[in-house]
């Protein structure tokens, strides 16, 4: 009955307008306008004596008309692609086929429609394209899709064939010299909905990552002590990966804090299926020989399908409070999808991931502020008892599993930041608490291996220096200090300081400079592995703690520095250029065999890169620019243990290792552009590079890659 009221109370009032400005047209002969609400006004004339004043109601202003801005870019051309040789690592990301190339770009800002498009085009396995759209804030809609390839080695096996290694007999099974890559596709699809009169968005999106061509598989179908056929084989592997996601959720202001939910569930499948070849039986033994492994067509080398799903619920305050507070909790769940038939019981494989967090910052006043963070995650594994496995004698054979390592850790953070002398100082402070618990790591353990620890705690502390002294010139200074009391693995380090400097100074708008240099000091004094002897009385012969306890210490240090200059010696010239090293070296003992007694040796791994860059930009005229770039990046790396000699195995000794693991590699590139503008509107470029792939010790993958790309665009 309300609603009947009201439409009939606006039928009412519309009709009574109208007559009202149907007799005032007629009374003063004034023109209707026929859009709806408006009027041509008369010119004014004095009113009769004893004339009624009609008052009439003053109108609203109009709305101020918004104007809608337009952009758009296309260019299109042709891109010429020349190698020389093997051109894989020359230009790793590079598809090595011309092609026609071109690219586009949108963009409308209105008043209540707002997008943008943008898209470029390389050639069929290189390209991208990005949509961005809102409608009032309401809408809004984000789609992309990128692609590019990866060119992928194809390593050569021993040569000549067959050959011997410790006593054993192998032949080399290779595959055809062709050129391996993957296709690495990604494309994104996201939309957000503000519902009208609530404070809440909907939030849902989808992701897929698509990775397709072909790479080398290698593998080994062979047994120490065995005197049957061992082979090592290498062939060509098809790849279809595909992982997809999909996401939904909301985000709501709920008065003092906004609630944010996420649901995510991610699979992946390998479309391509697990590689199946046939393989020998193996018998082990001497003089009799014992069936350990039966033979024929076995699955190998899976790529396990899988699936992963969670939820997230977060809560914060308003971020532009001086107090700040957020927390988060967050479920997920990894299900081993292994198909495997040979082997039975991956599939019940499964990971359970819980994650929470909790964060509180203070911001009194603009030079001082401080912050508290918390996290926890917690991963429980969860194993079968057991697999089965077609493959061992007998058959079926169940094969024990170690119980998994569950973990627990720990992390505190606190940051405290101040700015003094009007700003012209800013002093940061942080301590870092890392602490970690592992369960069932017995299981993983040798006798007398003291590595992955059941507990261990990691302190950080770190003191941070900004200041601007003078205009222009901005100095860093960082120094951080960090102590493990039980390091995890063999790399990882018990005390380590880190110092880092850092200057940036530019002067008039003509020079700039920026130095960097950084070094680091790592050291561990609790890295042992323990000796062991072979058991030969059982089948197959196994390995046995000898009880001798080797200890190692490890070294490391590293250092980086980094220059860079720019100038502009005159009007139209920019020119500058870098220089940078990056160091490491590591000093530890190694046990090359912790079968035989003795072998072990005092080593050092180093390696450093040179980058060298000279680039130079020159505005020629006012249609034309000019510009070249070159790069140089010199790398070395050696492996140099002490001679050392076992008297258990004649012949053996250190000798040679570090002239066959070292590399040297020059990578070189250059690259020119010119711009020409035909006009306002439309312009020409030209674009070449140059690159070349150079290492000293193994040429096989040398290589020079060259690119033509010449292209017309236009704007509008």
Same mark, same amino acid.
């Given at each position: 009955?309300?609603?009947?009221?009201?439409?009939?109370t606006i039928?009412?009032?519309?009709?009574?307008?109208?007559?009202?400005?149907a007799s005032?047209?007629?009374?003063g002969?004034?023109?209707?306008?026929?859009?709806?609400g408006?009027?041509?006004?008369?010119a004014?004339?004095p009113?009769?004596?004893?004339?009624?004043?009609?008052?009439t109601?003053?109108?609203a202003?109009?709305e101020t008309?918004?104007?809608?801005?337009?952009?758009?870019q296309?260019?299109s051309?042709y891109?010429?692609?020349?190698?020389?040789?093997?051109?894989?690592?020359?230009?790793e990301?590079?598809y090595?086929?011309?092609?026609?190339?071109?690219?586009l770009t949108?963009?409308?800002l209105?008043?209540d429609?707002?997008?943008?498009?943008?898209?470029?085009y390389?050639?069929?396995?290189?390209?991208?394209g990005d949509?961005?759209?809102?409608y009032?804030g309401?809408y809004?809609?984000h789609?992309?899709?990128?692609?590019?390839?990866?060119?992928?080695?194809?390593?050569?096996?021993?040569?000549?064939?067959?050959?011997?290694?410790?006593?054993?007999?192998y032949?080399?099974?290779?595959?055809?010299?062709?050129?391996?890559?993957?296709?690495?596709?990604?494309?994104?699809?996201?939309?957000?909905?503000k519902?009208?009169?609530?404070?809440?968005?909907?939030?849902?999106g989808?992701?897929r990552m698509?990775?397709d061509?072909?790479?080398?598989?290698?593998f080994a179908?062979?047994?120490?002590?065995?005197?049957?056929?061992?082979t090592?084989?290498?062939?060509?592997?098809r790849?279809?990966?595909?992982t997809?996601?999909g996401?939904?959720?909301?985000?709501?202001?709920?008065?003092?804090?906004?609630l944010?939910?996420n649901?995510q569930?991610?699979q992946?499948t390998?479309?391509?299926?697990?590689?199946?070849?046939?393989?020998?039986?193996?018998?082990?033994?001497?003089?009799?020989a014992?069936?350990?492994?039966?033979?024929?067509?076995?699955?190998?080398?899976?790529?396990?399908?899988?699936?992963?799903?969670s939820h997230?619920v977060?809560?914060?305050?308003?971020?532009?409070g001086?107090i700040v507070?957020?927390a988060?909790?967050?479920?997920?769940r990894?299900?081993?999808?292994?198909?495997?038939?040979?082997v039975?019981g991956?599939?019940?494989?499964t990971?359970t991931?819980?994650?929470a967090?909790g964060?509180?910052?203070?911001?009194?006043?603009k030079?001082?502020?401080?912050?508290?963070?918390y996290r926890?995650?917690?991963?429980?594994?969860?194993?079968?008892?057991?697999?089965v496995?077609?493959?061992?004698?007998?058959?079926?054979?169940n094969?024990?599993?170690?119980?998994a390592?569950?973990?627990?850790?720990?992390?505190?953070l606190?940051?405290l930041s101040?700015?003094?002398l009007?700003?012209?100082l800013?002093v940061k402070?942080?301590?870092?608490?890392?602490?970690?618990?592992?369960?069932?790591?017995q299981?993983?353990?040798?006798?007398?291996?003291s590595?992955?620890p059941?507990?261990?705690?990691?302190?950080?502390?770190?003191?941070?220096?900004?200041?601007?002294p003078?205009?222009?010139?901005r100095?860093?200074?960082?120094?951080?200090?960090s102590?493990?009391?039980?390091?995890?693995?063999?790399?990882?380090?018990?005390?380590?300081h880190?110092?880092?400097?850092l200057?940036?100074?530019?002067?008039?708008?003509?020079?700039?400079?920026t130095?960097?240099?950084?070094?680091?000091?790592?050291?561990?004094?609790e890295?042992?592995?323990?000796?062991?002897?072979?058991?030969?009385?059982?089948?197959?012969?196994?390995? @046995?703690?000898? *009880?001798? #306890?080797?200890?190692? $210490?490890?070294?490391?240090?590293?250092?980086? !520095? %980094?220059? +860079?200059?720019w100038?502009?010696?005159?009007d139209?010239?920019?020119?500058s250029?870098?220089?940078?090293?990056?160091?490491n070296? @590591?000093?530890? *003992?190694? #046990?090359?065999?912790? $079968?035989v007694?003795?072998?072990?040796?005092? !080593? %050092?791994? +180093?390696?450093?890169a040179?980058?060298?860059?000279?680039?130079?930009?020159?505005?020629?005229?006012?249609?034309l620019?000019l510009?070249?770039?070159?790069?140089?990046v010199?790398s070395?790396?050696?492996?140099?243990?002490?001679?050392? !000699?076992?008297?258990?195995?004649?012949?053996?000794?250190?000798?040679?290792?570090?002239?066959?693991?070292?590399a040297?590699?020059v990578?070189?590139?250059?690259?020119?552009?010119?711009?020409?503008?035909?006009?306002?509107?439309?312009?020409?470029?030209?674009?070449?590079?140059?690159?070349d792939?150079?290492?000293?010790?193994?040429?096989?993958?040398?290589?020079?890659?060259?690119?033509?790309?010449?292209?017309?665009a236009?704007?509008?």
């Open positions: 009955m309300i609603h009947h009221c009201k439409l009939v039928l009412a009032l519309t009709a009574a307008v109208l007559l009202l400005r005032l047209a007629l009374a002969n004034l023109p209707v306008s026929a859009v709806e408006t009027a041509v006004q008369p004014e004339q009113a009769e004596t004893g004339a009624e004043e009609v008052a109601e003053e109108e202003p109009p008309p918004v104007e809608t801005h337009n952009f758009a296309a260019f051309g891109r010429f692609v020349g190698t020389d040789a093997s051109g894989g690592r020359a230009a990301y590079d090595l086929h011309s092609s026609a190339v071109g690219g949108l963009n409308s209105g008043k429609l707002k997008f943008a498009i943008e898209g470029g390389l050639n069929d396995k290189d390209y991208h949509l961005l759209t809102d009032k309401e809004r809609l789609l992309r899709t990128e692609s590019l390839f990866h060119n992928l080695d194809r390593e050569r096996l021993f040569a000549p064939s067959p050959f011997s290694f410790g006593g054993t007999t032949t080399a099974v290779t595959d055809p010299p062709v050129d391996y890559g993957i296709k690495v596709e990604q494309d994104l699809a996201q939309f957000r909905y519902l009208h009169d609530f404070p809440i968005h909907i939030n849902v989808y992701w698509v990775k061509g072909a790479s080398q598989l290698r179908d062979a047994a120490f002590d065995s005197p049957d056929a061992n090592v084989k290498s062939q060509s592997r790849i279809d990966r595909q997809h996601e996401t939904a959720g909301f985000d709501a202001h709920l008065g003092p804090v906004d944010i939910y649901f569930i991610r992946f390998d479309h391509a299926g697990t590689p199946l070849d046939s393989f020998s039986s193996r018998s082990i033994g001497s003089p009799v014992t069936l350990v492994g039966s033979g024929g067509l076995q699955a190998h080398n899976e790529d396990t399908d899988s699936r992963f799903y997230t977060k809560l914060h305050t308003s971020m532009t001086g507070g957020a988060s909790y967050s479920y997920g990894r299900e081993n999808l292994s198909s495997l038939t040979g039975v991956a599939s019940q494989t990971n991931l819980q994650n967090a964060d509180f910052s203070f911001t009194p006043c030079w001082f502020s401080a912050s508290l963070n926890r995650q917690e991963v429980s594994r969860d194993t079968p008892a057991t697999l496995s077609a493959y061992a004698v007998p058959v079926p054979s094969v024990a599993v170690r119980p390592v569950d973990t627990q850790k720990d992390l505190a606190a940051t101040l700015r003094l009007n700003d012209l800013t402070g942080e301590y870092k608490g890392e602490f970690l618990h592992r369960d069932n790591t299981a993983w353990l040798f006798a007398g291996d590595n992955l059941e507990h261990s705690a990691l302190h950080r502390g770190t003191l941070t220096l900004i200041s601007r003078v205009k222009g010139l100095l860093k200074a960082f120094y951080g200090y102590v493990t009391d039980h390091p995890a693995y063999g790399n990882a380090f018990g005390e380590k880190e110092g880092q400097l200057a940036t100074y530019a002067l008039a708008k003509r020079t700039g400079l130095a960097s240099y950084r070094v680091i000091r790592e050291s561990n004094d890295i042992s592995r323990p000796g062991f002897n072979t058991n030969n009385t059982t089948t197959p012969p196994t390995l @046995v703690t000898s *009880g001798q #306890l080797y200890q190692f $210490a490890r070294e490391k240090r590293t250092s980086n !520095t %980094s220059v +860079s200059l100038l502009a010696p005159v139209r010239l920019t020119v250029g870098s220089y940078g090293l990056l160091w070296k @590591v000093e530890q *003992g190694v #046990l090359f065999s912790s $079968a007694p003795g072998s072990d040796a005092a !080593t %050092s791994y +180093s390696n450093q040179q980058l060298y860059a000279l680039n130079g930009v020159y505005q020629l005229s006012e249609q620019a510009s070249l770039a070159l790069q140089q010199r070395l790396s050696r492996f140099d243990p002490t001679f050392k !000699t076992v008297t258990l195995i004649p012949g053996w000794d250190t000798a040679g290792v570090k002239e066959i693991s070292q040297r590699t990578e070189s590139s250059i690259s020119a552009r010119g711009d020409y503008r035909l006009s306002d509107n439309s312009s020409c470029s030209v674009e070449y590079s140059y690159r792939y150079d290492n000293e010790n193994v040429a096989f993958f040398n290589g020079t890659v060259q690119t033509v790309m010449a292209y017309l236009v704007k509008w």
